[in-house]
Structures are given as structure tokens and as C-alpha cells.
């Protein structure tokens, strides 16, 4: 008899000790998961108001296209993002890539890639175009200037510190684009090219 009243005394503190467990199973699971809930909406609010601060600000730049009618290098203005100086010279190198927006003309083959651009302590900007560059109709030495300058113009107008451009095509010097016009040696701004 009390062998067997013991034996229920162990069940039920067996019992007990096992609902408790249980309980506290419970409590660790769903309570980490509510944890981990608030921990991950957390971060996301600390995106919404980095991206509310993290606008993009822009800056007016002026390009220069060649005009069919007097062939010289007209001004148009475009915003670009600001950043450093070897990114906004990017940026306008590209943007001349993408051709004009009035009624002037591309010097510059849409297809050409811009492929490196970075500019020295000392003001020259080393452009990297691709090989498209020269598949260019040049109408000879005139077009072959203008693709030249539109270029050269265009960083050294916009960028003070850009003193001198010099071209490289698929990371190599050339002698020339399609003949004419000698890329041995940078370049220096000529703005008498430019319309007035």
C-alpha cells in the first residue's frame, strides 16, 4: 500500500515537473521569437531614415556637340550626381556618349564604352574609351577634332583641376583616332572650337 502511494506521490511531481518543462519550452521558444521579431524591425526603420537623408544631390555640368551648321562645339547642359572628381568626370565622359538632347550632333558612337577615367595630382585626366571609338565616321581631321574636343572641352570647362586630358583606347596609347588627329601627347583645352 504505500509502495503504491509512493509511487503515485513520484507521478505526479513527475507530472509536474514535466508540465513545467513544457511550459518553459514554450516560454523560450515564442518568446525568442518575439525577440527576434523587434531586433529585425529595428534595422529596417534605420534604413528609411538613411534613405530619407541619403538623397541624391545634382550638379549642372556643360557639354559640348558639334553642330552641322558652322562645325564648331555647341554648349548643353545636363545634371549629373555629385561625387568626387574622378566620378563627375565620369559622368560626363558618359553623358557625351549618350549623344545630345537639342539638334546637335554625336561625336562620340553610342556604343563606345567609357572604361577607365581617373585624373592625377597634377590635372591630367587619362581617358579610357573602348575600340568603338574608332569605328567613328569622322568626316576626316574635323570630325576626328571634334570627337577630340568634345571630349577635352567638356572635362576641362567643367573641372578647374583637369588641366590636361589625355586618350588612351582599350587601356593603350595610339598614334592617331582614324588618322588624323595625333594622341601621342595629351591634350590641352582649345575653346576657340567652341561657339560663341
Known amino acids: 500500500m504505500r509502495n503504491n502511494k509512493h509511487k503515485k506521490k513520484k507521478l505526479r ?9 513544457i511550459v518553459l ?5 515564442f518568446g525568442n521569437r518575439k525577440e527576434k ?14 534613405g530619407r537623408t541619403a538623397e541624391i544631390k545634382m550638379k549642372p555640368v556643360t557639354l559640348f556637340f558639334l553642330s552641322e551648321s558652322d562645325g564648331l562645339l ?16 565620369r559622368a560626363v565622359v558618359e553623358e557625351l ?6 539638334g546637335l550632333m554625336a561625336v562620340i558612337p553610342e556604343n ?5 577615367l581617373f585624373v592625377t595630382a597634377d590635372g591630367l585626366a587619362y581617358v579610357d574609351l573602348s575600340r568603338q571609338v574608332t569605328e567613328a565616321n569622322f568626316y576626316g581631321s574635323s570630325g576626328e577634332m571634334a570627337v577630340v574636343y568634345s571630349i577635352v572641352d567638356s572635362l576641362t570647362y567643367n573641372f578647374k583641376s583637369i588641366k590636361k586630358v589625355s586618350l588612351l583606347i582599350e587601356g593603350n596609347e595610339r598614334e592617331t583616332l582614324g588618322g588624323h588627329v595625333d594622341l601621342s601627347n595629351p591634350f590641352v583645352p582649345d575653346y576657340s572650337l567652341i561657339a560663341r
Request: avoid cysteine; charged fraction near 25%; glycine fraction near 8%.
Open 13 to 21: 511531481i513527475m507530472l509536474i515537473l514535466l508540465v513545467i518543462l
Open 97 to 102: 556618349i549618350k549623344g545630345p538632347q537639342t
Open 37 to 50: 521579431i523587434k531586433h529585425e524591425g529595428r534595422p529596417a526603420g534605420t534604413e528609411q531614415v538613411a
Open 25 to 29: 519550452i514554450l516560454i523560450f521558444l
Open 74 to 89: 555647341h554648349a548643353e547642359e545636363r545634371q549629373i550626381p555629385e561625387s568626387d572628381l574622378n566620378g563627375e568626370a
Open 112 to 116: 563606345t564604352r567609357l572604361r577607365q
